[in-house]
């Protein structure tokens, strides 16, 4: 078995996934990401980027290939310590919001911390200092059923940043958030991120999203490929091929 390489945080090789009903997830994958590094994730609707980012945070165990997390194998472990593992060292946003309901917006956002141990009072300044730097400060003390839409994925990314992960996985963060507001949750994000030394795969369909990231992979079908730009033509404009990476 090949040891990872000692600055990367995350590194997959041959990752094989199908989802339960048989279909296709992923074919073959290999990938590293560095410490501190935040990776986009790039690709159409339904080309297996919510899939990889499932297998490489140890949500679903994968068919075949090998996932490492700091030099230690995660495809090896049980769901009891790949549960341990995204507690204690990832986060996750999701493109919807998933809020307790009964909990109110600086309770939302502790939650994790408190799942680990951490004081109320401690959890609870944690939480306020990131719902402060996304403008959600002053809906502390309302009910998710109180906030819009995007109010309520600001507490999400909020809830995702307070713990200080290691890893943060965000599959596309800004998917509920209009235009004008996407931009500076992910300058946040993204500050957040680098001064804190927080890992970040993004996954993310808009090039603009991307753009924000150290790097960028892109899949389609399942696959890593990359994108060869054609020039221009009389009769097309800004087509685009894809060949297989190597």
């Avoid at 945080?9 to 935040?38: C, N, Q, T």
């Avoid at 297998?55 to 997390?69: A, I, K, N």
């Avoid at 919807?96 to 309770?107: G, R």
Wanted: charged share 25%; net charge positive; aromatic share 4%.
């Amino acid at each position: 078995m090949e040891a990872p390489p000692d600055n990367d945080v995350l590194w997959a090789r041959s990752l094989h996934f199908k989802h339960p009903d048989g279909s296709p997830g992923i074919a073959g994958i290999s990938l590293g990401v560095r410490e501190s590094e935040i990776l986009a994730v790039g690709g159409p609707r339904g080309s297996g980027k919510t899939t990889l980012l499932r297998c490489l945070s140890g949500q679903v165990r994968v068919d075949g290939g090998e996932v490492w997390f700091n030099s230690s194998p995660v495809h090896t472990l049980g769901p009891m310590a790949r549960e341990k593992l995204r507690r204690d060292r990832f986060s996750w946003i999701d493109p919807a919001p998933a809020l307790v309901p009964e909990l109110n917006v600086w309770e939302n956002a502790a939650l994790p911390l408190m799942l680990r141990g951490t004081g109320r009072r401690r959890a609870k300044v944690a939480a306020m200092e990131w719902l402060e730097r996304l403008d959600v400060g002053d809906k502390s003390r309302k009910r998710p059923h109180e906030l819009l839409q995007a109010e309520r994925q600001r507490v999400a990314i909020a809830r995702a940043l307070a713990p200080g992960p290691t890893v943060l996985f965000a599959d596309e963060p800004t998917a509920p958030l209009h235009r004008a507001d996407r931009g500076h949750v992910l300058r946040t994000l993204t500050t957040a991120a680098r001064s804190h030394g927080i890992t970040v795969v993004l996954a993310t369909h808009d090039p603009e999203t991307a753009a924000l990231a150290d790097r960028s992979v892109s899949l389609l079908d399942g696959r890593r490929v990359k994108t060869v730009h054609l020039p221009d033509a009389p009769d097309a404009e800004g087509r685009a091929a894809c060949s297989l990476s190597v």
